[in-house]
């Protein structure tokens, strides 16, 4: 199959998107991000790339917390509907039918829905 030369960009799509959780337990919100992936292995070091406008941005920035939920085929609803509305309008757990699991030692919550869950620290 013939190749198409692209100038600069860093396509790696597909890549499976994730829901973010963060906040607390009472003020919590989840953020669709398809832009997640590895950056070390030891010491284990993740990374999530959010756009300063979004309503989770100024929350991950000041808890400094997230937990990244993979997602599964029972979730694609609820992941389409936490990329294309705000939680600074509505309460996506309660508006998806999702239930806030608490992380211990965490004051975001993971999803319970969700297989796998990696509860973060920012770093940098
Ligand atoms: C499949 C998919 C992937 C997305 N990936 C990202 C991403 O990597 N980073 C980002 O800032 N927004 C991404 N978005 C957009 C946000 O999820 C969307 O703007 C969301 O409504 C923001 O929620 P918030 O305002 O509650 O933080 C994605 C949306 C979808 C549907």
Wanted: net charge neutral.
């Amino acid at each position: 199959m013939a190749k198409i030369e692209w100038r600069g960009g860093a396509l790696l799509a597909p890549l499976p998107p994730a829901m973010v959780s963060c906040g607390t337990q009472e003020a919590s919100n989840i953020i669709t991000v398809a832009w997640t992936g590895i950056l070390n292995t030891v010491p284990p070091k993740t990374y999530i790339s959010v756009r300063p406008r979004r309503h989770s941005y100024s929350i991950i920035r000041e808890s400094g917390e997230f937990v990244i939920n993979l997602t599964t085929e029972e979730l694609v609803r609820a992941a389409d509907y936490c990329g294309m509305y705000t939680g600074a309008k509505v309460d996506k757990f309660e508006k998806c039918g999702l239930t806030r699991e608490a992380v211990p030692g965490f004051s975001a919550p993971m999803i319970a829905e969700s297989p796998l869950s990696l509860a973060c620290r920012v770093t940098d």
